[in-house]
């Protein structure tokens, strides 16, 4: 959320926060509503960050997480999200990330697990 946060207020842009909740993907025995209303807590705790000066909205959709944030791309100038670090097995099988590099559209920044928790990182130009 930092990064994105400090894209949209470099840029003078607005900042739209998305999060797919797909019950398809939950264990049998748990229990959906709760698992709703604690991805909305998660999104909620992520609108919280973001500081005055950025115009931020958000939602919860439910679907698929490729499928939801495909279907965004299709009206945003940049989308950036957060990798889990899976490692090269599971990064095939599970990421959303990897999906949306495929068949996105609009550019994707890819941020690896922690970028935001150091910022006394060296880096690097292009």
């Not at 900042?15 to 797919?20: E, G, I, K, P, R």
């Not at 509503?33 to 919860?60: F, N, Y």
């Not at 997480?65 to 990064?91: I, N």
């Amino acid at each position: 959320m930092e990064v994105a946060r400090a894209i949209a207020e470099a840029a003078g842009a607005a900042l739209t926060v998305v999060s797919a909740f797909d019950r398809d993907v939950l264990p049998m025995t748990e229990d959906v509503d709760a698992a709703r209303r604690a991805a909305q807590a998660c999104l909620d705790r992520a609108l919280a960050q973001v500081s005055d000066g950025v115009a931020v909205d958000g939602g919860l959709i439910e679907g698929d997480a490729v499928d939801v944030l495909r279907e965004r791309s299709e009206t945003l100038d940049l989308m950036v999200m957060g990798s889990r670090a899976y490692g090269p097995v599971r990064r095939t099988l599970l990421s959303v990330s990897h999906g949306l590099l495929v068949d996105c559209l609009c550019p994707v920044l890819v941020l690896p697990r922690g970028t935001a928790q150091s910022p006394s990182r060296s880096r690097t130009s292009m």
